[in-house]
């Protein structure tokens, strides 16, 4: 196991010692920077609930109320139904609070690390671009054979690999959720320890401790993040060209929604991929294929995801690197 960690130590160190990997975390610091200026400037948010709470929850619902159906006369002229609007959310959530005579939560430290769970979306990309290059890159420079003249096996190599950019994936989102964190807490300030908030589930409205479902919120988004970056380490391993790697994982990790969506009437379409990889649904009520369970949907991500290993696995065991 030792030279295991070894192996992996110097992955490691490949993909940090990089400027763009650099680059990525200071495109991911800006952008939550930004996201704050931006909630300040336009006053998006609430952040302090004085002792006469309920009053201003009140003057904040006839606003709110204002604004949609602003809202709402824009959809009929435009023809387009918004369905249940942000406005009306908000409101629903505001009556559950007078209704149960609870005091909303001063938006805060935490808070700001659920909101920001969006952007586990950019962390894919980046490790998508990592993982997509991994393997090519050793091809494409000729460096492989330095590698395989090691005493260990091609499984340990690539076993490293794929590790190190997973490890890649998980170190960014930490730091997602410090930056976001510390920003937050410095700025809107700190809730508590172990705060409750008002979110809207299958069930209804629910009063849950916010620090679970920032647990719950960055664990479904962390699925998409593993089963996206496997399937560009695939890609990467199989035609040792990082571009195509990129490209197929950007185009299914922003187009998949759309594939299901377009085959959603077809039975077949369950078995797709991307229809198992949002298992918020299932907490939601709002699942996107008739028949499927959450059972089924980790049975499928488990299935694809020994597919991409065992191919990942197959093509670099069984390539010839003498012409490299």
Known sequence: MSRFFKLLFNELMKIFVRKTTWVMYGILTVIVIAGIIL?????QIETEYSDNWREELKQENENLAEENAEMKR?????????????????????????????????????????DNAGLVSLISLFTIIIGSGIVSSEFRWGTIKLLLIRPVSRT??????????????????????????????????????????????????????LVG??????????????????????????FRNSSIAIGLGIFL?????????????????KFILFANTNLRQYETGNVWI???TLGFSITMLIIYFVVFIVLSWVFFNKRDVAGQ
Request: proline share 2%.
């Open 290 to 292: 008739d028949g499927m």
């Open 74 to 114: 824009g959809s009929e002229e435009s023809g387009i139904d918004f369905g249940v609007t942000y406005f009306e959310e908000q409101i629903n959530k505001n009556n559950y609070y007078l209704e149960n005579d609870i005091k909303p939560l001063n938006y805060g430290a935490w808070q700001h690390v659920l």
């Open 39 to 43: 909630t300040i400037t336009t006053d």
């Open 213 to 238: 479902e920032v647990l719950t919120e960055y664990g479904y988004n962390l699925v998409n993040l593993v089963m996206m970056t496997t399937f560009a380490f695939m890609i990467s391993t199989i």
């Open 253 to 269: 990790m922003m187009g998949g929604n759309m594939v299901v969506q377009i085959f959603s009437e077809y039975d077949w379409a």
């Open 156 to 209: 340990m190599i690539l076993a490293s690999k794929f590790v190190a950019v997973l490890l890649f994936a998980l170190f960014t989102l930490i730091f997602l959720w410090i930056v976001s964190f510390i920003s937050g807490a410095i700025v809107f300030g700190f809730e508590g320890f172990n705060p409750s908030i008002v979110l809207q589930k299958a069930e209804g409205l629910v009063y849950v401790p």
